[in-house]
């Protein structure tokens, strides 16, 4: 029988680097699967198309009410949800969500390894918010959410990393998947 996967959930403000975090993991790592979430947000300029499902909220709502998500939350006015995962056989699966998403995943999947990704400090958040093209409200907007997150955050996380450089941040990471992989 081939093992049940492991989920690891990647939480953090936005502007700390999870997604880039996400994207070297699945580099280092094939036997990790990134599960693509929806979100009623609109593309950002220069966005992949594939970054996520873009829908509208009514087909949002209708995915939720035949339990396609495996959680969904509303973050600064959008929805955002994951669909029940189905990775490949050998895969485990790595989602990068808010910390509310992350705490339904705890109650459905108590086994799930969360981890919080931390900005070295705020002026490096916003630095990075304001790189990918935010305008200056939503910046000031993430970071003061970002604050509440952190500090949450730490509550249910069971690993921090702190992300200084993205190198350094995924060896972490991969460290603590190497670990769960030999404990099951
Ligand atoms: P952004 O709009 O910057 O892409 O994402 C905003 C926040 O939503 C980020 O913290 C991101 O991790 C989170 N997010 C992305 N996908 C999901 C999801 O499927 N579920 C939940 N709960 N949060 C998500």
Excluded at 38 to 63: I, L
């Amino acid at each position: 029988m081939p093992a049940e996967p492991l989920i690891i959930v990647l939480i953090g403000p936005g502007g700390t680097g999870k997604g880039t975090v996400a994207e070297r993991l699945l580099d280092a790592d094939e036997a990790l699967w990134l599960s693509r979430s929806w979100t009623t947000r609109s593309p950002r300029e220069g966005e992949a198309a594939d970054a996520y499902v873009f829908v509208d909220r009514e087909e949002f709502e209708a995915h939720v009410q035949r339990g396609g998500f495996l959680e969904w939350a509303e973050f600064l006015g959008n929805c955002y949800g994951t669909p029940v995962p189905q990775p490949p056989e050998g895969h485990d699966v790595l989602l990068e969500i808010e910390l509310e998403g992350a705490i339904q995943v705890l109650e459905r999947r108590p086994d799930a390894v969360v981890i919080l990704l931390a900005p070295p400090s705020e002026e490096a958040q916003a630095a990075r918010l304001r790189g990918r093209g935010d305008p200056e409200e939503h910046v000031v907007k993430r970071v003061a959410k970002g604050r509440e997150e952190l500090a949450r955050g730490q509550e249910i996380a069971h690993h921090v990393v702190v992300n200084h450089e993205v190198e350094q941040a995924v060896a972490e990471v991969l460290g603590i998947l190497d670990a769960r992989r030999q404990d099951r």
